[in-house]
């Protein structure tokens, strides 16, 4: 009877997991294929004069839903730590689904003009606000769920959750390429990936709404002035800048890298898409690798400025290899090694990130400073390194894009390490459950 019960509490614990993690791999999975897609999104939406325009056209559009990431994290952030995780997650995921909905379905420019251009960009700044509270709330559910034992590792199941839906698109986007004509793949054959997501979501929503609440009553206080004091705004500071260089490797390592071979360095669609796949892979088993070392040892900050000063000092050898050696094997290695470093470290980021804030802001606390990020550097990245690109005509431009936001991070943790006093990690004592 009690192997019975500990199989069926199993499994439910499986059950709830994958509703949290079904939206946010949804999200991504959404922004994967977007990125994947931005050439042919460029020509159906952003008709210009140039090939490279209307792609650069597209890439912005990308980066406007970020703009709206901040407006969320705070609206849902509030909303989840006041009504609860689960109310915030189940509303971010329709509010997600939404925007899916009007990219697959939207009519081209040669249909209706101007109208198409500004749908896709109402689309991405739907998606854009539903993503600024669905990371928070989905952490810190994981979070605050488990065991002191395991936070690592269920705290990864957020990255590995990306890591997958990045896989999924790539192979969405390998497949459709590979099956059907350019022609096809143009007018129709790019929007199958956003009608699968929209169809998929209604399923999360189902199942967050029977989530069980990780938010304690004790919790749900007011506490709006807090967001204004001096001891919420300085881990706010520190954890975005913590973010911002896990965030712009990840953009443009994975998002922005099939759109980079193609136009610069004119590889085929599937090859472009087959160093994403690699990519997504290696980053997916690194990052659960690495909430398994936080359980194992439990240094947050030396796991993660080892991270962010091996991919500091990564950056430029591997654009040099992915720039000059012509060889699609080193290219996916390459790509593929800076993915698994940013899988290694990302893990114990997260929680030093979370420990910062009490319960009662975490989910602002996070939402807001991954937003900050995202939206600043992440969510611009593809643009900025794409008119950087055109107007310097440097292929290494992506490189010192990624180095620059690294030493930020590093600069970060090292401030985090001086003003320990004053942060309090819950998870290293133990204190908070």
């Not at 509010?95 to 040669?110: D, E, R, Y």
């Not at 929503?205 to 749900?220: C, D, F, I, M």
Request: charged content about 10%.
């Amino acid at each position: 009877m009690k192997k019975h019960q500990e199989r069926c509490g199993a499994a439910s614990d499986r059950k709830m997991i994958f509703a949290v993690v079904l939206g946010n791999g949804l999200e991504i999975f959404d922004f994967t294929v977007y990125s994947f897609f931005a050439v042919w999104i460029g020509k159906a939406f952003f008709p210009a004069n140039s090939a490279m325009s209307d792609f650069l056209f597209a890439v912005g559009a990308f980066g406007v839903g970020f703009f709206a990431r901040p407006v969320g994290a705070i609206m849902l952030g509030r909303y989840a730590d006041r009504a609860g995780r689960r109310a915030a997650m189940a509303l971010s995921i329709l509010l997600a689904a939404l925007g899916t909905a009007v990219i697959a379905l939207c009519p081209p420019w040669s249909q209706i003009g101007w109208f198409a251009p500004v749908c896709i960009v109402c689309a991405r700044l739907l998606q854009g606000f539903a993503a600024g509270g669905e990371v928070g709330a989905t952490t810190t559910w994981l979070f605050e769920s488990a065991p002191l034992s395991r936070r690592g590792r269920r705290v990864s199941l957020q990255m590995v959750s990306q890591g997958i839906a990045a896989i999924a698109g790539a192979l969405c986007g390998f497949s459709i390429s590979g099956l059907l004509e350019t022609e096809a793949l143009a007018q129709w054959g790019w929007r199958i990936p956003f009608a699968i997501g929209a169809l998929i979501a209604p399923l999360g929503y189902y199942l967050r709404r029977h989530l069980p609440e990780t938010l304690e009553n004790g919790s749900r206080e007011r506490s709006g002035p807090a967001l204004k004091s001096r001891t919420f705004l300085l881990p706010l500071t520190v954890a975005a800048f913590l973010t911002i260089g896990q965030s712009v490797t990840m953009y443009v390592m994975v998002f922005y890298m099939p759109g980079y071979l193609t136009r610069m360095l004119a590889l085929p669609a599937y090859l472009s898409f087959m160093t994403a796949l690699a990519s997504s892979v290696v980053f997916t088993l690194c990052a659960y690798f690495g909430g398994w070392v936080v359980d194992r040892f439990g240094e947050l900050k030396k796991i993660a400025l080892g991270a962010f000063a091996v991919t500091a000092l990564c950056c430029l050898p591997a654009f040099g290899a992915i720039v000059y050696s012509g060889d699609i094997g080193v290219i996916v290695l390459a790509s593929a090694i800076m993915a698994g470093l940013l899988g290694l470290g990302v893990v114990a980021t997260l929680m030093l990130i979370m420990s910062l804030f009490p319960p009662s802001l975490r989910v602002t606390g996070f939402a807001l400073s991954y937003a900050l990020a995202n939206t600043l550097f992440g969510g611009t990245a593809q643009f900025i390194v794409t008119a950087l690109l055109i107007r310097s005509g440097n292929n290494f431009v992506p490189a010192w894009y990624l180095l620059v936001c690294n030493l930020l991070a590093i600069a970060a943790l090292f401030t985090l390490c001086k003003r320990q006093g004053k942060y309090r990690i819950a998870w290293q004592t133990g204190s908070e459950r």
